[in-house]
Each structure stands twice: as structure tokens, then as C-alpha cells.
């Protein structure tokens, strides 16, 4: 039970600082409105979701489901006050996926060094957080909408291209909480058993076992 419990927490507070980063890359290109609205803050409280951040979390765990994933309050950000406007949108996107892998690679190598000495608690719950980051990072990179994945596609795509999407994207956050169920209807039928077995060989590699 104290695994699921850290399991849940160490998820809440990923996918807070997964959106934080989000809004300090879109502060950092010249748009505020996430610090404006008091968004660029660590503090769960102004970014955890009841469903996103804490009841579908909490299910996918203790019924031991191969999918791992939650969401936070998207950061607003508003696109046309980023200086760089080809790359922007891309930069932000990616900000968040680039932070919860930064966070893997660091609690992996903290995951190493306390196997090898003897800190076998510190370096289970060290791992916990090393799956947990990867898979919500490697997740995000699915170019699904509203994923980041997506976002950064679109950033990245020349301008016509990039607006078909852009009105995919706008019909699918549209259909609201149905997008959202059968997307993961979908992605839970064909694509949950492959993402897993490659998060779990990513993994193993990270923290060496």
C-alpha cells in the first residue's frame, strides 16, 4: 500500500511540474500569461485536476493496469506572444515531455547508486519515480491531441500543414470528455501491451536491471 500511496503522489507532483515547465518555457518566449495567472508555481493545489491528477491515477494503480498516466490543469499560454513564432509552440510542447525525462535520467542514475550500495528502499522508490516520469513523458510525445506530442508536430510542420492540424485539434478537444474516451478506448485496445513493453525495456535500461 505505501508503494501505491508514493505511487500516486510521486504522479501528482510529475504531472504538476510537467505543466510548470510549460509555462516557464512560454515565459521564457516572451508570453506571461502563465505567471500572470499565478501558474508558475510548484504548489499542487493551483494545478491538480480531481479526475486527471488524482482519480484515474489512483485507478490505473491499484487495479494494476500496464497503463501509467494522469494530467494536470493544461497552463494557458497564448501562442501569437512567443518571440520565436516558427519554433515556439514546439518549444513549449516539448518542455514538459523534456522534464519528465530530465527527471527520469537523474532518479535512474539515484536508482543505480543505491542498489549498489546496499539502499535497497531508497532505490525501489528511486525506481518508482524513474517509471513513473518516463512513462508520462513518453506518453505525452504520442502525436495525439491534446498531447504534446501533437503540439510539437504541429510546431513543427510547415504553416498549412500546420493549421489542417490545428483544426483537427480543435475538433477533437470539441468532443471534450468523449474524445478523451475513446482515445484511450483505442490506445488501451491495440497500443497499451506495446507502449508497456517498451516503456519496461526503456526502463530496464535506465536503471540497469
Given at each position: 500500500?505505501?508503494?501505491?500511496?508514493?505511487?500516486?503522489?510521486?504522479?501528482?507532483?510529475?504531472?504538476?511540474?510537467?505543466?510548470?515547465?510549460?509555462?516557464?518555457?512560454?515565459?521564457?518566449?516572451?508570453?506571461?500569461?502563465?505567471?500572470?495567472?499565478?501558474?508558475?508555481?510548484?504548489?499542487?493545489?493551483?494545478?491538480?485536476?480531481?479526475?486527471?491528477?488524482?482519480?484515474?491515477?489512483?485507478l490505473l494503480v491499484l487495479t494494476n493496469s500496464g497503463l501509467l498516466f494522469g494530467w494536470a490543469k493544461p497552463v494557458p499560454y497564448n501562442p501569437f506572444n512567443l518571440k520565436n513564432q516558427r519554433w515556439g509552440e514546439a518549444i513549449v510542447g516539448v518542455a514538459g515531455v523534456a522534464t519528465n525525462l530530465l527527471i527520469a535520467g537523474v532518479f535512474a542514475l539515484l536508482t543505480r547508486f543505491a542498489?549498489?550500495?546496499?539502499?535497497?528502499?531508497?532505490?525501489?522508490?528511486?525506481?518508482?519515480?524513474?517509471?513513473?516520469?518516463?512513462?508520462?513523458?513518453?506518453?505525452?510525445?504520442?502525436?495525439?491531441?491534446?498531447?504534446?506530442?501533437?503540439?510539437?508536430?504541429?510546431?513543427?510542420?510547415?504553416?498549412?500543414?500546420?493549421?489542417?492540424?490545428?483544426?483537427?485539434?480543435?475538433?477533437?478537444?470539441?468532443?471534450?470528455?468523449?474524445?478523451?474516451?475513446?482515445?484511450?478506448?483505442?490506445?488501451?485496445?491495440?497500443?497499451?501491451?506495446?507502449?508497456?513493453?517498451?516503456?519496461?525495456?526503456?526502463?530496464?535500461?535506465?536503471?540497469?536491471?
Amino acid at each position: 500500500m505505501e508503494a501505491v500511496i508514493f505511487t500516486v503522489i510521486v504522479l501528482i507532483l510529475s504531472v504538476v511540474v510537467h505543466e510548470v515547465a510549460h509555462g516557464w518555457a512560454a515565459n521564457a518566449l516572451g508570453d506571461p500569461t502563465a505567471r500572470l495567472q499565478g501558474r508558475l508555481t510548484l504548489n499542487p493545489v493551483k494545478h491538480v485536476d480531481p479526475v486527471g491528477s488524482v482519480l484515474i491515477p489512483g485507478l490505473l494503480v491499484l487495479t494494476n493496469s500496464g497503463l501509467l498516466f494522469g494530467w494536470a490543469k493544461p497552463v494557458p499560454y497564448n501562442p501569437f506572444n512567443l518571440k520565436n513564432q516558427r519554433w515556439g509552440e514546439a518549444i513549449v510542447g516539448v518542455a514538459g515531455v523534456a522534464t519528465n525525462l530530465l527527471i527520469a535520467g537523474v532518479f535512474a542514475l539515484l536508482t543505480r547508486f543505491a542498489a549498489s550500495n546496499g539502499m535497497e528502499a531508497f532505490a525501489g522508490f528511486a525506481a518508482i519515480v524513474v517509471l513513473v516520469n518516463l512513462s508520462l513523458g513518453l506518453f505525452n510525445l504520442i502525436p495525439v491531441p491534446p498531447l504534446d506530442g501533437y503540439t510539437v508536430l504541429r510546431g513543427i510542420l510547415p504553416y498549412r500543414m500546420s493549421l489542417s492540424l490545428r483544426a483537427f485539434e480543435d475538433r477533437m478537444l470539441a468532443g471534450g470528455i468523449l474524445s478523451l474516451v475513446v482515445f484511450l478506448f483505442v490506445f488501451s485496445y491495440f497500443f497499451a501491451a506495446p507502449f508497456g513493453a517498451f516503456i519496461r525495456s526503456v526502463f530496464a535500461l535506465l536503471v540497469g536491471i
